[in-house]
């Protein structure tokens, strides 16, 4: 899973590029703030209404524009944002997943943990496991990345039996 400031800085990156004439020449300077407050309130839930007033659109327009530059909606990018910021802290800290739920906004560790694991593919304490088992063995680790327009590279592990990564009826 790609640290949620690499993603943060990865659709900065495409709001630059996308910034197209079109858009108004404070458009993307809007989403960009979306974006700042996004990442400063990751504690407590959005809609998509309080972001549109914040950047002064309407709530439909504010959809569009966002989902133009950075290629996901709103809400998808922020719950990404808000599992990002859990797997940092399920990877570094000593919390529970309830503590982790908690300091992200959510009141039921129960559904904290289905969207989660509907992000992540794994449960928050597998993946703290996994993450566990990358940092005493990361030379059986190989990366590979699925690309998304808004998210650039999204890096997932498999665990790397072939150490010369050769098929393995060639090797010998």
């Known amino acids: ?8 800085k990865s659709v900065r990156r495409n709001l630059g590029a996308n910034a197209a004439a ?3 020449a404070g458009t993307p300077l809007r989403i960009k703030q979306s974006l700042a ?3 400063a309130h990751l504690d407590r839930p959005l809609q998509v209404a309080t972001l549109a007033a914040l950047v002064n659109i ?3 327009h504010f959809f569009a524009l966002f989902k133009r530059l950075t290629g996901c909606a709103p ?3 922020f719950t990404r944002l808000r599992m990002g910021r859990a797997g940092d802290l399920l990877a570094t ?3 529970s997943v309830k503590e982790v739920a908690a300091v992200l906004g959510y009141d039921d560790q129960f559904y904290f943990s289905r969207v989660f694991k509907s992000i992540n593919g794994v449960s928050p304490r597998e993946y703290r496991v996994r993450q566990a088992d990358l940092k ?3 030379e059986r680790v190989s990366w590979k990345g699925i690309e998304s327009p808004a998210f650039g590279a999204r890096p997932y592990f498999s665990l790397n039996r072939n150490p010369t990564n050769q098929p393995a009826s060639t090797q010998q």
């Open 75 to 77: 809400m998808d990018y």
């Open 22 to 24: 079109d858009h108004g």
């Open 58 to 60: 309407s709530p439909s």
């Open 1 to 8: 899973m790609i640290a949620w400031e690499e993603t943060t």
């Open 37 to 39: 407050y996004m990442a």
């Open 93 to 95: 800290t000593s919390m």
């Open 136 to 138: 005493t063995a990361p």
